[in-house]
Each structure stands twice: as C-alpha cells, then as structure tokens.
C-alpha cells in the first residue's frame, strides 16, 4: 500500500485534498513532488482500469509508468509485480517484489509472496507433502449438537470434491450431509426401518450398505437413490450384513458381506462380477471383515476377527496380510497419499506406509485431554484435513495438518469491478502454499476492511454454484505442415461442437507465423465449421503467441473455460519466443484455464508439458473414447474462482479517492490475507 510516511507532509495533504474535490487556492505553491505524484497518479489510474479489464499487460505499462514518475509510489510496484504474476510472468514478478520488499515498512507480507512462488518452482506446483503424520486438532462436529442433522451411531464416513461430509447413521437408518464448516445440508432415508453402514463417494456417486435390509444403494450427490441392488442370501448378489462399501477408480463397488466372511465385486450398475474370501483365519480366508478400499489395483480389507489386513488384487487373488503392531479390532479403512488409515475401535487410528512399512499411531490430542473412544472411520480430504468419526462419543473430529499452521494462504485478487458502485465486487482466487486451489469457503472464513473499516453484509459468491456451461477458445493450427489435416480438423471440432448448448460458446482461433481470430465466441455449430473450413494456410508456428492469446480471451467469461488446440503435433524452434512455454503454462495455471491438445501425428513433449501441467491433456485423433469426453470433462471441471460482492459506505461525491481494502481468509487453521482497493468511480 502506499506508504504516506514517505511523502511530504505538504504532498499528502494536497492528495487528501484532491481526493475529495475540495478546491485548493491557486495561489497556493505545488511541490514538484506533488505535481511528479498527481501524474504518477494519473498513470496508476489507467493501470487499474486495464488491471480490472484482466488485461494485465496493459496494466504493467502504466504501473510502470507511474513508478518512473514518482518511484515512492508504492502501491503501483505492488500492482506492478501482481500484474505480471498474473499475466504469467512469474520471474519478473518475484523481481518487482523484491525490489518493493527492499524498500516497504512492512516486508513481510511481501516476503511471503516471494517465498510461496519459489516454493513453487522447487516443489512443483502440487506436491505431495511427505510429513503426513502431523496434524493438530481444529474443529469437531457432535451429533447432538446438530438438531434435525444429528447422527446417532454413526458408522462410516465420506467425503466429496467439494469437502461436504456424509455420516451414516445406524440406529436411525439415515445419511447426513454436512457441508465443510459442520453445518448441516440434508438428511436422507434410502430404506424404510434400515440400518445404514458402509459409505464411499466416487465421481459424484456414492455407494451405502443397509446392514439390516442387507441391500447396497447408488445415490447421486444430493442423496437421491439411483439404484438398489442385494437381498438375502449367501448366493453371488447376496448379502448377510453388509457393511463398509467402495469404489475403486473405475467405478466398480466392493461391498464387505461380513456375515458370509466375503467381499463381493460389483460393476457401476450393481451387477455382480465375482466374490472372494470365506470364513477362516488361513491365508486368503476371513472373519468378519468390515472395511474395505482399493489402492492401485489392491483391495484391502479389514479382517476384524483376525485383527489384521488382508491384500487382494482386483481380481480377488490373495497376495498377502498386513499385521501391524497393536491393532485390535480394525474396522475402517481408507489411503492418503500411498498410506493405509487403519481405525481401530480399541487403539485408535494407524497410519500404515504402503512403501516401506512405516507405522505410526495415533489416539490422542491436546496433552492427552482428548482421545478416541470408539473409532470406526477415518478419511483425508484433497487438502490434507484428517476426519475422524468415533462411534461412542457420536462425533466426527477434524484435524489440520501441522504444515498449514506455519504458512498461509495465498489469495489474489484478479479483477475488482465497480460498476454497479456502491455495490463493489472482488473476484479472488484463493489457494494453499503449493497452489492448489481452497475450495467451499464460507461467506464467515472472509473478514473484508475498507479503509480500516470492517465490512458487514459480505456475499460470497462461488462461480462453481453457477449452472454449467462452458467457453472453449479452438485453436487450429494453419501452417502449410498441418495442410494434408484440413478435411479431418471439421470432423475433430464436431465431438465439441455436436454436444454444444446455446449457452455455451466457442472462439475459433487460427494461427500460422502470426494468429487471428476465424470466428469470435459463438454457440453456432455452423458459423464454426465454416470458419474451419477455410483454406488460410501459410508458414510459421507461432504457438506460443497463439496459446496465451486464447487464454486471455477466456479469463473474464464466468463459465466452464478451456483452450482445445489441433494440430499435428510438430513444434518449431521459434513457437514459443516472448510468450514461452513456462509463461503460457503460468499463465493458463494462475487463472485455473486448462489446455487440451489434439494431435494428427506425434505427441510432442513440451505439448505435453503445457497440457499436463496446466490440468488438460494430450490426445491422438485415434482416441475417439477421449475426443468424445472432451466436452463433457471441461463442462464438470471444477471451478475454483470466489467472487465477494459487498455495498460500500462511500458517498459517490467523493469520486476520485481510492479505498484500501483489505481481505482476510481464515478457515480450519488456514489463514491468508491481502489487500487490495479501488477508485470511486
């Protein structure tokens, strides 16, 4: 922010003055200094109108601009250095801030920034923390507290994408749904008189035992029941108390038949597909088993009776058991990150190392205040928070990982728009040290000051609950190489455009030794082809420039966004020249915008680089399964962007001054701040 300290005391009164329109005696003698900020102003001005247009390479030349004039200027380096962070030039934006940092009263927060992009370069942008065993507690979601969402003898627990929980309940037969804050969304009934057990969630379908009606129900995201299968019987599809249940990444579900001592293989549709185990205490036999989860082609089962874990592979032949140390009575199980998390009902929860064998225990917190009393279930969410459901105290704890303690989040803002003043909206990006986006925030995890004045009456808007559409900004290669394709580009652009909806657009974007736009954002299957169509060949390749102009083109739509690249896969020497490799793929990450990439001949690597790092893929046309999905997998991508609308108190006569604003995040031990501001307009 701008430091006032370091401007004559005359300099900042007569800012102060500006700003509110009050007139100033014109025998009154300016500074030079007062003149070299009213034009640095000025300059700073224009930059943050490109800077909330998203075009924030415009914006760098006015920043720029403004610090020539009066490098005091200190808000105008910071923006500066966000502008090229979010333009996609990381090292020039790590330079600014260095500078800056050399030179504020509060480094710090500067400091930080630095530390959380080259934290980045040398971890990769989602690494997987390899200290796993250290959380701290931080929230605890009771039954009894909960009114109509309680959730007596809670069994099993599950959770979503999108960090909302769903606890089955036992004695009442239901399936709770809570969101990731413990506030309750819904409770269901499947069975009438059930007992609900097992529970599992995989690609927006989940999977429930009823133990007592002995049947296994497929249900969408919103507890509706899609489909029920089981009954009675110790016969292939039949069950004698059914409890944990899972998916593995196909799909197919594993329900425990704990009273025929088996586990049952079933496909996405619940047809039976084959059993395997029997009652015993040999290798491959069981007694009563109760958990179940599936880790690269492995099914693990938890033999409670023989208080051990059992190994099969997907196919159900016995590979081999695991017998940890002070497992008693093991009942849930889950993996997180290559472990196994074994719950036990007397000793607490195990962490078990898949690679070499490493296990460590854990059954208290806070001193030992606090324990496990009857653990059934534990599970990690994508971000690493550890929840655990203990069946006696009817509670579901949630643990942090330590590492969140010690860094903070990093939020950015992107764009602030103020036209609809006094109405004022921040689009934000909210993300944890190695840059995977924070999801579900709340509208209590934000606190918004403006002007040191605390905000009420804040709307979170999260785009994600917008209804899906999507923006696909086609990019066709038109260098005389990719000539002999033309007649197949049509046909690769109809797997898109034939699933296309009217509220849906597509950009056409062609390029060669230079790029233009064939077709602007449009829904018309039609106007499309036709620009497909279109013989406009010549030499060149110049990718780089192309990619990062269709990423532009995509940031300030509020859909579903992706860029779809064909070509035939060569890359020349010169594709990528000021726009690079590392400075499309930083800017395509930094707005959440993937790029797929269609190839007619090879699967080049730095095209395969650029795809994967940003999120998209590379794909052969011969991929006809990938190319039909394409769509659909950008449609039901996730969206990570939060848009906070408030009303401000300024009067619009005070046009002209500029508001500090300043956004805190604070959510399960993750904190982050930012600031930020505008001008009245």
Known sequence: MLNKQNIPILVFYFILFFSFG???????????????????????????????????????????????????????????????????????????????????????????????????????????????????????????????????????VAIDRERNLYITSFSLGKLVKLDSNGEGISVCSPGTAGRLFGIDYHNDRIVVSDF????????????????????????????????GVCFDEAGNIYVVDSGNHRVQKFNNDGDFILKFGEFGEYEGQLKNPTGVTVHK???????????????????????SYISVKGVERPRGISVYNDMLLISDEETGLFWYRLDNKEVFRFHSWENGKRSFVKLFS????????????????ESVSVFSPLVNRYTNLDIEITMVDVERYPIIAFYLNVRDRAGRPIYRLKRNDFKILEDSANISGIYVDYLYNKSPSVSIALCVDRSVENRRYHYDIPWVAEFILKKMRKNDSIEVINYNSDYWVGNGFDWSRQRTLRALRKREYGDGKRLGKTLYNAVSD??????????????DGRVETNSFQRYTKRVVIEYARSHYVPIYIIVFKEKNLTLQEIANETGGAVYMVTELNNLRNIYNTIKKSEENRYVLVYSTYKAP?????????????????????????????
Not at 378 to 393: E, H, M, S, V
């Open 554 to 567: 995509l940031l300030p739509r509020l859909n579903r966004r992706a860029v779809v690249l064909i070509t």
């Open 297 to 319: 082609d492995l099914v693990y089962v938890t033999d409670t009776g023989n208080a051990r874990v059992s190994c099969f592979d997907i196919s159900g032949n016995y590979i």
């Open 22 to 156: 009050i007139f100033i005696n014109p025998g009154f003698p300016l500074s030079d200094d007062a003149i070299k900020f009213e034009s640095a102003k000025n300059h700073f001005k224009k930059g943050i109108g490109y800077f909330n247009q998203m075009q924030y390479l415009a914006a760098v030349e006015f920043f720029r601009k403004a610090i020539s004039e009066y490098p005091d200027y200190y808000t105008a380096r910071e923006y500066l250095a966000r502008s090229y962070k979010l333009a996609g030039f990381v090292e020039d934006a790590i330079q600014k801030w260095e500078i800056l940092a050399n030179v504020t009263s509060n480094p710090v927060t500067i400091q930080n920034k630095i530390n959380t992009l080259k934290y980045r370069e040398t971890k990769g942008h989602y690494p997987i923390e390899s200290d796993s065993f250290n959380y701290i507690f931080t929230d605890e979601y009771i039954s009894s507290y909960l009114g109509r969402y309680k959730f007596s003898d809670p069994v099993d």
């Open 378 to 393: 534990a599970i990690n969410d994508r971000d690493g928070f550890l929840y655990c459901l203990d069946y006696k105290q």
């Open 212 to 243: 007592k009606l002995e049947s296994i129900y497929i249900m969408d995201r919103e507890c509706n029941v899609i489909k029920t299968f089981g009954r009675s019987g110790e016969g292939d599809g039949m069950f004698y108390g059914p409890e």
């Open 653 to 681: 006569s005070i046009k002209g001054w500029w508001s500090d604003v300043k956004i805190e995040v604070d959510h399960k031990e993750q904190k982050g701040v930012e600031w930020g501001g505008y001008f009245v307009p």
